[in-house]
């Protein structure tokens, strides 16, 4: 099955460096990389001109501001596969990453998953290349044992595979969150197709990109499955961006709820 992984990227170039590395070594090769760029920057054209080894789709739009639901949109238009991945800019997956998504993946089902989130030195590591994703990800116990998992939360990268009986006996059976929070989430294409993609009309807030987005793909009936501890991703270190409280478009959002309108208008409109 051909699968498409979204990035959503603002200016960020160092960190999409690092997430197409990381692309480079998964174990899962029928897939196309598609960054959906909120902006037209010069250095992040080059990033991608200069990448060799991956199929890359390139969209951008003007930089009016925060529009990461238009950016969404034109990567789900441009995608071609049948399966989508969504990750943010600022994560960087596991090299088993886009594996289990698969393995995992069922119709009518969004997989919801966490990530690591690593300090500012393990961050600025990355980026002067004295550390690799990788080596985190293949030496974790040690991370561990060296406790800097109180300031990262490694244990959230502790990896088992979908067909593993810790998985299958254990996490499946365990009441997990699963609602989504940006980081990661994948489903059919044809699934977020039908309730019109990302709903444009919530402006810079952060409504659009999750809250809003997981109680529509419920009320359009599609399950939720926790991909936690299976298809794992590092968050880099940043500072926290502030697009408002939202309460506005909370209760906009909440009226569309009562109304049960899990089809929005300013979408992906593809028929038109």
Known sequence: MKVSIIINVYKNVDALRLILES???QTYKKFEVVICEDGEDSDMKSLINSNTKLNIVHTTQKDLGIRKAESLNNG????????????DGDCIPYSTFIESHLLLAQKNCVLSGRRVNLTKELTEDLKTNKIKAYDIEKNLWKFLYLGLNRDVRLEQGVYFHPDSFINKYILSKRKRHVSIIGC??????????????????YGESGVSDDVD????????????KSCKNIANMFHMYHSVHNRGDGSDMYNLMNKRKAKNKFICSEGLNLDE
Do not use: M, P
């Open 23 to 25: 692309l480079q070594l």
């Open 76 to 87: 789900i238009r441009a995608s071609t596969g049948e399966y989508l991945i969504f990750i």
């Open 184 to 201: 990661h989430f994948s489903c059919f294409k044809k699934d977020i197709v039908a309730i019109n993609g990302f709903d444009e009309s």
């Open 213 to 224: 987005l997981d109680w529509r793909f419920r009320a359009s009936g599609l399950k939720f």
